[in-house]
């Protein structure tokens, strides 16, 4: 591992310094589940990281990197609470996805669901080889996958990878991700966070304004669908959270908490 500067500890978060490169770790209990405060605290904190910093590395820890929206506190919100959280979840993703500096995600264990969502993202994708279980749930709980997670698993994966894998919910392990192009590396568990690092360390360095510009044009297909449709299937989602069976779905899996 590079040498990293000086710790930032937030109450979900703790943010590390790498030669102008941010790298931003979740700290949300062994779980890293989603909850509203994280949410709030990710949009203030990539605002900060988009302004200071040249490159962002995302990082979890070591038995999740992220099990996905923490459902036992989501399932005590009513539908104006659940809407407020969802579209400040959906604009930080969508933030993410479209910074303006390089991004990589680096996933030493199981990035479920939401987790999946935070890793397509970020321009460079690394998940440790060996069992770390990558995928997209939400039909299993009865709701469909998110807008802009259907748009980036489409443009990363292929059609036909990206609809067998939402269909049917299925997780996957990273050498899997990595053969299916969801990953660009699947290292050992002790090298991830180092790939990210040196990966976009390297970009760093390179001229800012080109970097930019040849970003946009990566993401401006996602950006424009999603900027388009993006009411409505946000709203198609919460309608689909609240309905009872999808809620009764909901509740069994929040016992795994």
Request: hydrophobic content about 40%; glycine content about 6%; aromatic content about 8%.
């Amino acid at each position: 591992m590079p040498n990293l500067g000086r710790e930032t500890p937030m109450s979900s978060f703790v943010l590390e310094n790498y030669e102008e490169v941010a790298i931003l770790r979740l700290n949300n209990g062994v779980t890293n589940s989603l909850s509203p405060a994280l949410i709030d605290e990710l949009g203030v904190l990539l605002k900060e990281i988009e302004s200071k910093y040249r490159g962002l590395v995302v990082a979890g820890g070591d038995k999740f990197f992220s099990i996905g929206l923490e459902l036992p506190t989501l399932l005590k919100l009513d539908k104006k609470g659940m809407s407020e959280f969802y579209y400040n979840c959906v604009n930080a993703m969508f933030h993410l996805y479209t910074m303006k500096i390089p991004t990589a995600c680096a996933a030493k264990a199981h990035a479920i669901a939401a987790g999946t969502i935070i890793l397509l993202t970020c321009d460079y994708r690394y998940a440790a080889s060996g069992r770390t279980l990558i995928g997209l749930n939400e039909i299993q709980l009865g709701l469909p996958v998110p807008y802009l997670a259907d748009l980036m698993l489409r443009s990363i994966a292929g059609d036909s990878t990206a609809t067998d894998l939402m269909y049917s919910g299925e997780m996957i392990d990273a050498l899997t991700a990595e053969k299916k192009g969801i990953l660009n590396e699947a290292p050992p568990k002790e090298d991830v966070e180092k790939r990210a690092i040196e990966k976009i360390h390297g970009l760093s360095k390179l001229p800012s304004q080109s970097f930019e510009a040849i970003k946009a044009n990566r993401v401006e297909v996602v950006k424009s669908m999603y900027e388009r449709g993006s009411v409505e299937k946000n709203e198609e989602f919460l309608r689909q959270w609240f309905t009872p069976s999808t809620q009764e779905l909901l509740k069994e899996a929040a016992k795994k908490f």
